[in-house]
């Protein structure tokens, strides 16, 4: 089975810093990899993936996530952020026929002006 | 872009009263659909996967005669929360697989809350 961990469920940050949100995973097989993004009152949208390539995963909004296999991490980075990127984040993962996504507890973005 | 139609967005019932939510893929087909639920300030925990034309897989621990998933069409699964109690008052998310298995598009979830 495979399992998601996010260690930081809450990252306060002022705005136009860099921030990076931790992603760890545990499988016995090779995963593909996913950032969600939450917000508020809304469903949950996607980011970025990591399927297979390059381990340098470019998203939207200017995100980006490094795939680790010898550490087994996806962190999600942003070299500045705005007030908008104030969400929940969400990673997630599966495996080659994508019958099953588990997600992390998920990370708290809070943007300070 | 894809877009997952989850219906209704929140509801309140009665004790021992059933529930049917939505989930409808409104311009792809989605072999595959995702039930999670959202504890507050939890991880969404996968419920079960429905599969179009056969019987749910459900995860350990969440009852099938409870949780009734229907996937009858490529385009819509329901899950009924059956004889509901306060204890399943929860925040309920859909997903469906599309773009040739690579991309999970999500509904906008519902929140149910049972009196």
């Known amino acids: 089975a495979q399992s998601v961990t996010q260690l930081d469920s809450q990252v306060p940050v002022f705005e136009e810093a860099p921030v990076e949100l931790r992603c760890n995973y545990s499988s016995s097989v090779s995963v593909y990899l996913f950032w969600y993004v939450q917000y508020p009152n809304q469903g949950l949208q996607l980011l970025l993936k990591y399927l297979s390539g390059s381990t340098l995963v470019k998203g939207i909004n200017g995100f980006e996530a490094e795939f680790n296999k010898s550490q087994t991490s996806f962190h999600l980075r942003k070299p500045s952020v705005h007030i908008s990127d104030t969400a929940e984040y969400f990673c997630?993962?599966?495996?080659?026929?994508?019958?099953?996504?588990?997600f992390g507890s998920g990370t708290k973005l809070n943007v300070k002006p | 872009g894809a877009v997952v139609s989850q219906h209704p967005s929140w509801v309140i019932c009665k004790s021992g009263t059933s529930v049917k939510i939505e989930c409808r893929s409104l311009d792809f087909q989605a072999t595959t659909m995702f039930w999670y639920r959202q504890f507050p300030k939890q991880s969404l925990m996968l419920m079960a996967t429905s599969n179009e034309g056969s019987k749910a897989t459900y995860e350990q621990g969440v009852e099938k005669d409870k949780f009734l998933i229907n996937h009858a069409s490529l385009t819509l699964s329901t899950l009924t929360v059956t004889s509901a109690h306060p204890e399943d008052s929860s925040f309920y998310i859909c997903?469906?697989?599309?773009?040739?298995?690579?991309?999970?598009?999500f509904g906008s979830g519902t929140q149910l809350s049972v009196l």
């Open positions: 997630a993962v599966t495996v080659y026929n994508f019958n099953k996504f588990y």
């Open positions: 997903s469906a697989l599309g773009g040739g298995g690579e991309k999970l598009f």
